[in-house]
Nanobody, 126 residues
Framework: QVQLVESGGGLVQTGGSLTLSCAASGFDFRGHAIAWFRQAPGKQREAVSCFSIWDEGPSYSDDVKDRFTIARDRERNTTILQMTNLKLEDTAVYFC???????????????????WGQGTQVTVAS
């Protein structure tokens, strides 16, 4: 059974850092792209970042580029999202999802990702 579990969320001040983890089980991590999405209150879910070993490099939304870093821990079958210089607008529930082999140019389309975690809350306060 495919399962994704996010952890690492919490409360942080603006300018601070958090690292989120997405632990996967029930499938071979290497055969899937793993993406992070987020949903802020009253807003639609949006793509944050995507990683696949089959792509040339990770993908990031313009809002988080140069502040967030996605990486995979193969030994632990976990994908992490390192978030730095956090802003108030980063407050959201963060979800990880598994999808096709590659992130590709349409990585920000959530319909391409079949399995989702339950999410972890990130709150940035001033």
């Amino acid at each position: 059974q495919v399962q994704l579990v996010e952890s690492g969320g919490g409360l942080v001040q603006t300018g601070g850092s958090l690292t989120l983890s997405c632990a996967a089980s029930g499938f071979d991590f290497r055969g899937h792209a793993i993406a992070w999405f987020r949903q802020a209150p009253g807003k639609q879910r949006e793509a944050v970042s995507c990683f696949s070993i089959w792509d040339e490099g990770p993908s990031y939304s313009d809002d988080v580029k140069d502040r967030f870093t996605i990486a995979r821990d193969r030994e632990r079958n976990t994908t992490i999202l390192q978030m730095t210089n956090l802003k108030l607008e980063d407050t959201a529930v963060y979800f990880c999802a598994s999808g096709p082999l590659r992130c590709g140019p349409f990585w920000n389309q959530q319909g391409r990702f079949q399995s989702w975690g339950q999410g972890t809350q990130v709150t940035v306060a001033s």
